[in-house]
């Protein structure tokens, strides 16, 4: 069990640990986005409404800049 927390403490397991939850949010930004295009279109005003209201996605483009 030594070695295993030599290996998850050292730099590169902190790398990797970084890298797996970058890896882990992006997928799943890219899961919610495919499955939200996916949805009928009453459905997909509502669920991005809920998205932008979360702050979990942007909302439209301000066309004033």
Same mark, same amino acid.
């Given at each position: #069990?030594?070695? $295993? %927390? +030599? =290996? =998850?403490?050292?730099? #590169? ?6 890298? &797996? %939850?970058? &890896?882990?949010?992006?997928?799943? !930004? %890219? /899961? !919610?986005?495919? @499955? !939200?295009? *996916? $949805?009928? !279109?009453?459905? *997909? =005003? %509502?669920?991005?409404? @809920?998205? =932008?209201? $979360? *702050? /979990? #996605?942007?909302?439209? @483009? +301000?066309?004033?800049?």
């Amino acid at each position: #069990m030594n070695s $295993l %927390w +030599d =290996i =998850i403490v050292s730099p #590169m397991g902190i790398v990797l640990y970084a890298g &797996f %939850w970058a &890896f882990k949010l992006t997928a799943g !930004v %890219w /899961l !919610v986005t495919k @499955a !939200v295009t *996916r $949805l009928p !279109v009453r459905h *997909r =005003i %509502w669920a991005e409404a @809920a998205l =932008i209201r $979360l *702050r /979990l #996605m942007k909302g439209p @483009a +301000d066309p004033l800049g």
